[in-house]
């Protein structure tokens, strides 16, 4: 949906590379999250953050790191401590925990 | 986690049939959203349905919170409906601060 974008589109990795997913809202949502998606799967979350300088551990955040210094973006860092980290990354935003979540056109990252 | 199952997988229609699509959740929430995921991985936002029937065009959806399901249907199907829907769920219950959980999804596909 408009408001959120996400770069790049595209993202190669070789092994053992970290690289930085970056995620920007201009919704003026409090909360921001990151969803990882395998193929034929839904979504699962890597980390969100409910409001500035806070952010907290999603089902499968080992490998991943987050930070949160601005409200309106919430970059993503694949490690290489993350072991099949070729997938589809979504960023989401939300007013707050129980509102409706709105979704970047998401980075398709491949490990070389 | 709650857990969120969706159905059927796989369902493919001719242009113009209607078709029903059924997500089951195992846990009160107090957020439901469906999602259409086009070929280039976009989520697109349909309804934000905790409770109650909403319509949007040849969509429309229900959810019977009290019996943890929600139906979405589409009406005179086109080929443009082709995608993946996804339905989820943030938990009613605990400290989930909003966290979306999502279905594996069904994949429909619509021949002229």
């Known amino acids: 949906d408009g408001g959120i974008t996400q770069s790049p589109k595209y993202l190669f990795r070789k092994e053992g590379q970290n690289v930085t997913l970056s995620c920007e809202q201009n919704?003026?949502?409090?909360?921001m999250y990151w969803y990882r998606q395998d193929p034929g799967q839904g979504l699962r979350l890597i980390y969100y953050?409910?409001?500035?300088?806070?952010?907290q551990k999603g089902d499968i955040a080992e490998g991943y790191s987050v930070s949160r210094e601005k409200k309106e973006s919430f970059p993503l860092t694949v490690t290489s401590a993350q072991k099949n980290p070729t997938a589809f990354y979504l960023c989401?935003?939300?007013?707050?925990?129980?509102?409706?979540?709105?979704f970047g056109p998401g980075t398709r990252l491949t490990v070389l | 986690g709650i857990q969120v199952e969706q159905s059927p997988p796989d369902l493919i229609l001719q242009e113009g049939a209607n078709s029903t699509l059924r997500c089951n959740f195992s846990?009160?929430?107090?957020?439901l959203q469906w999602f259409h995921q086009n070929p280039w991985g976009q989520l697109i936002n349909l309804f934000y349905?905790?409770?109650g029937t909403k319509q949007n065009g040849r969509l429309s959806a229900t959810t019977v919170a009290t019996e943890r399901y929600s139906l979405l249907y589409i009406s005179s199907s086109q080929t443009t409906d082709s995608g993946v829907y996804f339905c989820?769920?943030?938990?009613?219950?605990?400290?989930?601060?909003?966290?979306?959980?999502f279905g594996r999804g069904t994949q429909l596909t619509v021949w002229p």
């Open positions: 989401a935003s939300s007013m707050d925990s129980r509102g409706r979540q709105y």
């Open positions: 919704l003026n949502h409090d909360a």
């Open positions: 953050s409910q409001i500035v300088n806070d952010f």
């Open positions: 846990d009160s929430v107090n957020n």
């Open positions: 349905i905790p409770s």
């Open positions: 989820a769920v943030v938990n009613g219950r605990g400290s989930t601060l909003g966290r979306l959980y």
